[in-house]
Nanobody, 127 residues
Framework: VQLQASGGGLVQAGDSLRLSCLAS??????????MGWFRQVHGKEREFVAA????????KIAESVKARFTISRDNTKNTVYLQMNNLEPNDTAVYYC???????????????????WGKGTLVTVSS
């Protein structure tokens, strides 16, 4: 299974970015997985950012970014998105795409609960 994240880069405070994550794999059925994003600052633990149910019917967003970030998915393209608006310097991190096999509609926030991780894409926000 491959989770290929893209869309990161260097932006200024107040700018927007949209991250994409394309999922692939011979035995991977995208529509059976909740998808999400975590982020990590060097030297700190990975932090939950957002998740979306396998059908896209429900989302969960971390309180710290709830007013600025949204998550969406396109099951026809095996892709999940993270729209980040009004970026702040403390949003600087490596952002990881994750997949969690859906047994229910519950969206897990623990990093240990994820089944697959992508390699991450770096977002740097300058002040």
């Amino acid at each position: 299974v491959q989770l290929q994240a893209s869309g990161g880069g260097l932006v200024q405070a107040g700018d927007s970015l949209r991250l994409s994550c394309l999922a692939s794999g011979r035995t991977f059925t995208f529509s059976q997985y909740h998808m999400g994003w975590f982020r990590q600052v060097h030297g700190k633990e990975r932090e939950f950012v957002a998740a979306i149910t396998y059908r896209g019917s429900s989302t969960k967003i971390a309180e710290s970014v709830k007013a600025r970030f949204t998550i969406s998915r396109d099951n026809t393209k095996n892709t999940v998105y993270l729209q980040m608006n009004n970026l702040e310097p403390n949003d600087t991190a490596v952002y990881y795409c994750v997949a969690d096999l859906a047994y229910s509609d519950y969206l897990e926030e623990r990093s240990s609960g994820m089944d697959y991780w992508g390699k991450g894409t770096l977002v740097t926000v300058s002040s």
